[in-house]
């Protein structure tokens, strides 16, 4: 079930970035931020969590929030799952839920943003069949020969 992530949802969340193997020690860092932010200001933080809870405990999550100085634009920030939860379609269902709740609060387009090498190739291949499209690419943005690719959706 996908819902709004509570506070005792924290050290899960942290343990599903860490399990996921691809995050670097700092991405891990500003999960940590990211969350801090959430359980501090709430809403105001302009990040949104939302769990997928499975016998009353968070196997995936995703982050997401509005863009600032834009209109009706928003960021998809974090998505992973624990290694239960994958190949399970539960990727798809908090996309759907985030798209939901962007659309509930005037959202209008969502953009990812991604690494250009081959082993974020699963993820790039995850958001494309979720309907994201690739805009842009960003040539050695993150290091030489790490590309950004950021994707978009229309809702």
């Given at each position: 079930m996908v819902e709004e992530a509570k506070e005792e949802d924290g050290p899960q969340l942290l343990e599903i970035?860490?399990?996921?193997?691809?995050?670097?020690?700092?991405?891990?860092?500003c999960v940590e931020e990211l969350w801090k932010e959430y359980l501090a200001e709430g809403k105001a933080s302009g990040y949104e969590f939302l769990v997928y809870r499975e016998n009353g405990r968070?196997?995936?999550?995703?982050?997401?929030?509005?863009?600032?100085l834009t209109f009706g634009t928003f960021d998809l920030y974090w998505i992973a799952l624990s290694s239960e939860a994958r190949r399970r379609g539960i990727g798809r269902l908090l996309v759907a839920r985030m798209e939901e709740e962007v659309k509930r609060m005037g959202g209008r387009l969502i953009l990812v943003e991604t690494s250009g090498t081959p082993f974020?190739?699963?993820?790039?291949?995850?958001y494309e069949a979720c309907g994201y499209r690739l805009q842009a690419t960003i040539p050695d943005f993150y290091a030489p020969g790490d590309d950004l690719l950021i994707y978009a959706k229309r809702l």
């Open positions: 970035v860490k399990e996921a193997g691809v995050f670097k020690p700092i991405e891990i860092e968070a196997i995936g999550f995703i982050c997401f929030g509005p863009r600032p974020y190739a699963p993820a790039r291949k995850f």
